[in-house]
C-alpha cells in the first residue's frame, strides 16, 4: 500500500474515534479495575494493556480478524459463520460480549451506508441469512463480532490483512488507554506514552497472529475477564463495560 492509497485513507476513516461505532463507551473491563486498585498509575495500564495482547482479548481479537479477513478475501461465507459463531462463544462476560457485538453492528450498518461495495455486501448478507443458527429473536439487529465487521470491510476494499490488522490493533489499545485516561485519572501526555509504548507489543501480535487460526484462540488474562464480570453489578459507572 502506498501511503495515499484509498483503501489506506479508508482504514484511517473506519478506525477513527469519529466514526460512530461508540467505542469510547466502553473499557473492557479496566472500570472496575481501576475501582478495585488493580490499576491506579501509567504503570499498571501498560502492564494490563500487554497481558490483553499477549494472553488476552487483543490476542483473540488478532486471531478472529485473521480468520475473517482470509475467508472475505476468498468469499467464504460458511467459514465466516464459523468465525462469528467461535467470536461470540469466546466472549468472557455479558459486557464483553455486548462490547463487541454493539460496535461490530454499528460498524457493520455505518459501513454499508457510506462504503457501500457488492462483494463485502453480498458477504454480510450470507452471514446474516444463516440467523437461525444463532438463538435470540430475529427482529433484533445481527450480533456482528466487531473484528469480523471490520476484516470484511477491510478485505472487500482490498486493504491487505498486515496493515488491516495492525491499524485495528492500534484503535483497540487507543480505546482502552482513552479509558484508563479519563477513569484512573492520567493525564494526556501519560496517554500518548502509553500508546507509543505499545507500538512494539502491537506490531509483534499483528506478525505474529497470522500463522494462527481459530484452534489457538483462549485467554489467560483472568482479572480482566473477572473485572468485565464485577463490572456489570459496579455501582458508580462511566462505561457500559
Known amino acids: 500500500m502506498t501511503i495515499a492509497s484509498p483503501a489506506l485513507l479508508k482504514l484511517l476513516v473506519w478506525l477513527s474515534p469519529a466514526f460512530p461505532v461508540g467505542g469510547y463507551t466502553y473499557s473492557h473491563g479496566l472500570e472496575w479495575a481501576i475501582e478495585d486498585g488493580s490499576v491506579a498509575s501509567a504503570a499498571d495500564l501498560a502492564a494490563w494493556i500487554a497481558d490483553i495482547l499477549a494472553h488476552g482479548g ?11 479477513h482470509r475467508a472475505a478475501t476468498a468469499g467464504d461465507a ?15 462476560s455479558r459486557e464483553r460480549l455486548l462490547e463487541t457485538t454493539a460496535q461490530g453492528t454499528a460498524f457493520v450498518r455505518a459501513i454499508r451506508d457510506t462504503y457501500p461495495l457488492a462483494g463485502s455486501d453480498r458477504l454480510y448478507d450470507a452471514v446474516e441469512a ?7 429473536d430475529a427482529r433484533l439487529a445481527f450480533p456482528w463480532p466487531y473484528p469480523v465487521a471490520v476484516a ?7 486493504v491487505p ?3 488491516a490488522l495492525a491499524a485495528f490493533l492500534q484503535a483497540f489499545v487507543a480505546n482502552i488507554v482513552s479509558a484508563g485516561v479519563r477513569a484512573v485519572p492520567l ?5 500518548l506514552r502509553l500508546v507509543a509504548g505499545a507500538v512494539d507489543r502491537i506490531a509483534a501480535l499483528a506478525e505474529l497472529a497470522p500463522g494462527l487460526d481459530l484452534d489457538h484462540l483462549g485467554g489467560a488474562t483472568l482479572r480482566a475477564d473477572i473485572a468485565s464480570m464485577r463490572h456489570e453489578t459496579q455501582y458508580t459507572r462511566l462505561f457500559r463495560s
Do not use: M, S
Not at 130 to 136: L, V
Not at 187 to 191: A, K, R, V
Open 58 to 68: 487483543g490476542r483473540n481479537d488478532a486471531i478472529l480478524f485473521t480468520c475473517a
Open 130 to 136: 444463516a440467523r437461525d443458527r444463532f438463538a435470540g
Open 152 to 158: 470484511i470491510a477491510a478485505a472487500g476494499h482490498g
Open 161 to 163: 490483512l498486515a496493515p
Open 78 to 92: 460458511g467459514r465466516l459463520v464459523d468465525v462469528v459463531e467461535t467470536a461470540l462463544a469466546f466472549q468472557p
Open 187 to 191: 493525564g494526556q501526555t501519560d496517554g
